[in-house]
């Protein structure tokens, strides 16, 4: 298990458990946790994350602590019960990586919340995260935490004058050349393997299994 997958699930584990004492400690100092905020780009807390139109509270760039200060003020509020976080397959690097998670749960209105997630964690050469990036079906989310408000589109490509753009987002000259050079990559990796986990969950919690070459190795949750 490499380090990015260790602490990507210790993080996704706290979530669920919704430990946000846990989720600081897995941090480095600086860290910064940015949510998908779907077709409003500029989305996010107004003062927390001050390039956002505060529509989306929660989502947006903030730095870390800022993050589950609001969390530890607005969660119990919106999910009473909590909300289970239950990790299913993970890519694999040594300094990041992908995991896919089905999130659960009854918002206050009563409405079943069922959502499902990509989060990308980065981490340092200690294994401390240093960025988090989380993608969602934010139309979903509206319709539950948000009453079903329609969400108004905004972009970053023309921001208002005077008014930086979101760093959650690269620049759009950045974008384009990052598409550029995906589209000219090779069909055969020649950088970092990565490896494929497929997971699964039971009472018990959840479980895994990794393939790298013809050899298979159990991945769990790390305690």
Not at 26 to 50: E, F, H, I, K, N
Not at 120 to 134: L, N, S
Not at 202 to 223: F, I, L, N, Y
Request: aromatic share 4%; proline share 9%.
């Amino acid at each position: 298990m490499t380090r990015a997958v260790r602490a990507g699930m210790d993080f996704i584990s706290a979530l669920d458990r919704g430990s946000l004492g846990g989720l600081a400690r897995l941090c480095a100092t600086g860290a910064t946790w940015w949510v998908d905020t779907g077709p409003d780009r500029r989305g996010g807390d107004p003062q927390l994350s001050p390039h956002g139109s505060g529509r989306f509270p929660l989502h947006g760039v903030m730095r870390m602590d800022d993050k589950l200060a609001l969390m530890r003020r607005l969660g119990p509020t919106a999910f009473p019960t909590g909300c289970r976080q239950i990790p299913r397959r993970v890519v694999a690097g040594d300094d990041t990586c992908v995991i896919e998670v089905e999130g659960h749960g009854v918002h206050a209105s009563g409405v079943e919340y069922a959502n499902r997630y990509g989060f990308v964690f980065d981490v340092d050469a200690t294994g401390a995260i240093v960025a988090v990036r989380e993608y969602l079906d934010t139309v979903h989310a509206q319709q539950v935490v948000g009453g079903g408000v329609p969400v108004p589109r905004s972009s970053l490509d023309h921001p208002a004058a005077g008014d930086a753009p979101d760093p959650g987002d690269p620049p759009p000259a950045v974008a384009t050349a990052l598409a550029s050079r995906l589209s000219a990559t090779p069909s055969s990796p020649t950088g970092p393997v990565t490896r494929t986990v497929t997971c699964g969950s039971s009472t018990s919690g959840p479980t895994a299994s990794a393939r790298s070459g013809s050899t298979a190795t159990p991945c769990t949750s790390p305690t």
